[in-house]
C-alpha cells in the first residue's frame, strides 16, 4: 500500500480513549477520522468525523467502515479476528489480523514468543480442571490461572497457590479455555512501545517501569528502574516481535524485570497505556507514530527530551484533574468520557522530572 | 470568574486553522467546543461538538453560542466589537472586548502603545487625501499607508515613496480611515506569544524571528537573531502590554529590531502563526495555554526544550507536506482544508535544530 492522500479517511474500530488520541494525531496530520462504536456518544466522537455506531463484528457496519476508509485500525484486541479478516479483503488493515490473532489468545501468543526465543513465564494451556491440576504440579508453585481471551485490566485472572481443588478457580473464570502461569518473581514491570512503519523501519520508544494497582495500571516511570542495557534488550525484543509478525503500527510489549533476565507477559497489538506520555515529552507520540505507520508514512523520531511520570486517573479520581495543573510541568489528558465508574480510564497526568 | 469544570464547553468564535488547534487543545484537557463560522465544513468542524452555522455578527447565533458555552473566545480580531460585548453580558468572554478594540483599530492601538510608553514607528491618523498629503510632510520619508480595520497578511496596505499625488495609493485602500506609519529600517522582524491568566500570571513564549514574504509569515525561527537581553525586552513589553489591557488569554506581539532598539508593530489578541512552533517544544503549546487562561486555569509552562523553525504551508505548498515528514525531526500539522488556493494557510512544519 502506497502513503494515503491528505484528507484521505481513517477508520478506527473502537471509540474509547485510544482512538479519540489516534483520532487527535490523525486530525493534526489532516486525515478525517471515522469511528465504529456502539456507542455514538463514545470519546472518540467529539474529535472525529464520523461515528457508525454499530457492534464492532457488525457486518454491514464493517462494510460502512470499509467503505468510508482508506485504511483501518483497531484500538483494542478484543476485536474479532474473523471479521477483520473479511475486512483486510476489501481496505488495509493495521495492525495486520494474523498479529491480532496472536495477541489475544494467551496460549498463541506465548508459543509464538518461545517459538522466536524470547522467555516468558513458564506455561501450559489448561481446557479444564483435570489439566489445570496436571498442569499446576508441573509447574511446582504459586501460578495464575488466566483466560485465553478477552483478559484486559487484570480482568479474567485468578491465583492458584494450594495444590487443589482447583475447580471453583477454573468456574470462577467462567470454565473456558484458559493458561496457567508460573507466578514469576519479579523486582518490578516495565513495557516498551514500539512502531514498525510499511517501509519495515522500526522505532521504540525508551521503556516505562510500570505499577499496577488492582490489575490496571496505576503509574508509568520513564526511565524509572530501567538501566541503559535493560531498555536495549527490551526494544531488540519488541523490534523482533515486530518483524517476526510483518507488524505495521504501534505495539505494546510487557515485561518482567527478574534477576535472570526479561520475561515477556504479553503483546498488545496497538497504542499501549503505558505509552501515553510520549505525547508530553517526544517530539512524536505513540499515536501519530502510529497514524504514520499505517497511513505509509516515514516513521517520526521517537526520542524523548526529559524524564517524567505518567499516572492513570481512575474512576472519581478525574474529578481533582484540573487543580493537577497547579504543577506548571504537568501535561493532563482528559478522555471525555460521562461517568467516573469505579476502574474506568478517565485521563491521565504526566509530570516532568527536572534533573 | 471561576474555572470552567470537566466537560464544559468552549464556545470559539471563528472555525479557521486557529479555532481548530484551539478546540484540540480544548479536547485535550476534557472541554467540549462549539464554533461560530459561516461555513459548516470549516477547519474546526471536524474537532468540535458543534458547528453554529451563521455569519460571526449574527445576533441571533451569538445567543446560541452563549447559550451552549460557558465560555467564549474568538480566534481572528476582526470580529465587531458591539456584538462581542452584547455577548459578554451574557457569558464570560475572553481576550476581553476591550483588548479586541485596542487591537482592531491601528490608530487606537499605536496610541495605547505609546500611552504605556512602548514605542511604535512614527505615525499619523489620515482621514482623507489632505492629511495624507500634510502626514507625509510630516513624517519626511518612505512611509506605509494602512487601513485603521480589517487588515491582515499584509492586505490593506500601500506603500508612500513620493511627495504627491496620494489620491491613487488613498482610493486603492478603498478611501476609507487610515494611518500612515513612517517605515522603519528594521533588521529583523520578532514576535513574542505571550499569555496571561485569569489571575494576572503572565508567561511568555521565546521570542521567534519572523520572515514575511508577500505579506504572509513565512519563516518563524527560535531563537533566530534574537539575543538573550531582546528577548527578555521583548517579553516584559508584552507583558505589560497584557496587564495594561487587563488580559486574558494568549497575546501576539510583532516587533521591529532596530538599531535604537525595538518598535511595537502590532498586538494580536488571540494565538498567533508565529506560535505555532510551540506545539513541538514546548509543553504546552499556545493552543493550550490560551485555553487554560480562559477556563480560569492555572498557565502551564512556557519553557522550550529545543531550537526550531517553523515555516507555513502556503496554497499549493501543501500537496508536498506528507513528503515533510521524511525528516524524523520534522512535526507537521495540517489544517484540513479544502481548496489550496494561492495564499492561502493550509498547514505548517516545525523542524528541531538539533545543536
Redesign the interface.
Known sequence: MS??S??ATIGIIGGGQLG?MLA?SA????F??AVLDPNPDCAAA????QVIAAPYDDPGALGRLADASAVVTYEFENVAVEPLRALAARVPVFPPPQALEVAQDRVVEKAFLNGIGIPTAEWRAVDDVQELDHAFQELGGDCILKTRRFGYDGKGQATIRQRSPHADAFESLGSVPAILEKKVPFEFELSVVAARGQDGAV?SYDPAENVHSLGILKRSTVPGRVTAALAAEAGDIAARILEHLDYVGVVGVEFFATTNGLLVNEIAPRVHNSGHWTE?VC??SQFEQHV?AIAG?????AAR??DCVMENLIGAE??G??AL??D?????????KGEAKPGRKM?HVTR?VRP
Open positions: 502513503a494515503l491528505l484528507g479519540r487527535l486530525a493534526r496530520l489532516g478525517r477520522v467529539q474529535v472525529a468525523n522505532a508530553a517530539l512524536v504514520r508514512l516515514p516513521l517520526g523520531s527530551h526529559a478525574i474529578d484533574a484540573l495543573l497547579a506548571p510541568d504537568a501535561v493532563l489528558h482528559v478522555y471525555g485521563g516532568i
